[in-house]
């Protein structure tokens, strides 16, 4: 079962604009994890959050989580062509410390 | 620097067929995972190793099996492929397996089984 589930399903945006995607978990976390996929390619690790932290940044990209509506953001500014992907969260903290993925968010920057 | 490396990159089989889905990482990881994709499902995890010599099932393991050849390999067997089985499969491996250890993925094989 999916722990985590992103929205939208779909994201499309001119370049140069902002992209928000949300991640919404069900049980208690360790980490949230957000990870990027390029067409036909694998999984690339983007960020990590703890349960204890409410915002980081990276780049572009910021996150936030709010525990307390077990929801997290994934913001990337000033979007470029090359940021069209998939974007996953992943979270931990089940009994095995297994990384559950959600089913993404399909982002799409026209240039 | 490889990552981690899949083979084959494609696959077409008939039900029935076995196969062996091949994955190395030369990052000196302990842990290692295969995952298959589904459009729209995310990724589910079929099975993983957390160090050598140890396997244990995740959320889909029914009809595979694995084998960690050695600290490098982890190799994912389909007995006998159903149509159920298509998907893309992902191998990944991360340094140990607790809580907030990032995962790197090979690029994938998409699996069709007719």
Redesign the interface.
């Known amino acids: 079962?999916?722990q985590?589930e992103e929205d939208p399903?779909a994201l499309s945006i001119q370049e140069g604009e902002n992209a928000t995607m949300n991640c919404s978990y069900k049980t208690s976390i360790?980490?949230l994890?957000w990870?990027r996929q390029n067409s036909?390619?694998?999984?690339?690790?983007l960020i990590?959050i703890?349960s204890n932290e409410r915002e980081k940044h990276s780049g572009r990209l910021r996150v936030t989580l709010d525990t307390s509506k077990k929801s997290s953001s994934l913001l990337i500014t000033a979007s470029r062509a090359a940021d069209t992907a998939s974007y996953?969260c992943a979270t931990?903290?089940n009994a095995?410390?297994?990384?559950?993925?959600?089913?993404?968010t399909r982002l799409m920057v026209k240039p | 620097n490889a990552g981690v490396t899949q083979t084959p990159k494609f696959q077409v089989l008939k039900t029935g067929q076995s196969m062996t889905l091949q994955c190395a990482q030369d990052m000196n990881h302990n842990s290692m995972y295969w995952y298959r994709q589904d459009p729209g499902m995310g990724l589910r995890l079929i099975y993983y190793s957390a160090s050598e010599g140890t396997t244990d099932k995740g959320e889909v393991p029914n009809g595979y099996n694995v084998s960690r050849l050695n600290k490098r390999e982890f190799s994912l067997r389909l007995e006998s492929a159903a149509p159920s089985q298509t998907s893309v499969y992902f191998c990944a491996s991360s340094a140990n397996r607790v809580p907030g250890e990032k995962l790197f993925f090979g690029s994938g094989t998409q699996l069709s089984v007719l």
């Open positions: 079962s999916q985590g399903q360790n980490n994890q990870y036909g390619r694998g999984l690339v690790h990590l703890r996953f931990d903290g095995g410390n297994m990384l559950t993925f959600g089913g993404g």
